[in-house]
């Protein structure tokens, strides 16, 4: 099991940027199979896919709405993923959560495995 715990959330101006933050552990969580991914939740919809990095590579997948926008990136030595989000939206307000799965990159959901408590994002007009 990976623990995951998120931090970096807050309250900004549209035009801004935060950085979140996803600190990993567990006892089988050092391996390079690993993809972790960002998502996020507004209240009564589902939970989305936003962004997906390789823990053993160096690929980056985006959701189309935030390409150009969000950078995902990983320090291995820390066991912590980012999430750096510049030109930040009203739309971008929700609860974001990392997640790690055992396997290649995907968008599903249902296919990740460990997920933090969430940090809220809100984006202020």
């Known amino acids: 099991q990976v623990q995951l715990v998120e931090s970096g959330g807050g309250l900004v101006q549209a035009g801004g940027s935060l950085r979140l933050s996803c600190a990993a552990s567990g006892r089988t969580f050092n391996s390079y199979a690993y993809t972790m991914g960002w998502f996020r939740q507004t209240p009564g919809k589902e939970r989305v896919f936003v962004a997906a990095?390789?823990?053993?590579?160096?690929?980056?997948y985006y959701a189309d709405s935030v390409k150009g926008r969000f950078t995902i990136s990983r320090d291995n030595a820390k066991n912590t993923i980012y999430l750096q989000m510049n030109s930040l939206k009203p739309e971008d307000t929700a609860v974001y959560y990392c997640a790690a799965r055992f396997g290649p990159q995907t968008i599903a959901t249902h296919e990740y495995d460990s997920w933090g408590q969430g940090t809220q994002v809100t984006v202020s007009s």
């Open positions: 990095i390789t823990w053993g590579g160096n690929n980056t």
